[in-house]
Nanobody, 120 residues
Framework: QVQVVESGGGLVEAGGSLRLSCAAS????????MGWYRQAPGKSRELVAN???????NYADSVKGRFTLSRDNAKNTLYLQMNSLKPEDTAVYYC??????????????WGQGTQVTVSS
């Protein structure tokens, strides 16, 4: 099992910044991909950004140039630096971890989410 814990959400004014953290505990699993998703009220969960095992990233068009991923491999922690925040960024942000135990299949693990609210 992989435990995923997000932190860093909060209330910020438009134009402000927040940094989200996603800490994954994976004693017998090897983590490949880590990513952030978000879900606004009444909307489906959507991809924000992914960081793949090889170091490649992909970002949703809506956050390109404003959000940046980074990862501390030693701590199995993924960070999402969010700058120039907009009211439409308001959502619950979830971290997803894809991991495998040895040569076995990969599994997805989700955190409980952290609320980000951007006031206009």
């Amino acid at each position: 099992q992989v435990q995923v814990v997000e932190s860093g959400g909060g209330l910020v004014e438009a134009g402000g910044s927040l940094r989200l953290s996603c800490a994954a505990s994976a004693s017998t699993f090897s983590i490949n991909t880590m990513g952030w998703y978000r879900q606004a009220p009444g909307k489906s969960r959507e991809l924000v950004a992914n960081l793949f095992g090889g170091g490649d990233t992909n970002y949703a068009d809506s956050v390109k140039g404003r959000f940046t991923l980074s990862r501390d491999n030693a701590k199995n922690t993924l960070y999402l630096q969010m700058n120039s925040l907009k009211p439409e960024d308001t959502a619950v942000y979830y971290c997803k971890v894809i991991a495998a135990r040895g040569p076995g299949p990969s599994y997805q693990f989700w955190g409980q989410g952290t609320q980000v609210t951007v006031s206009s």
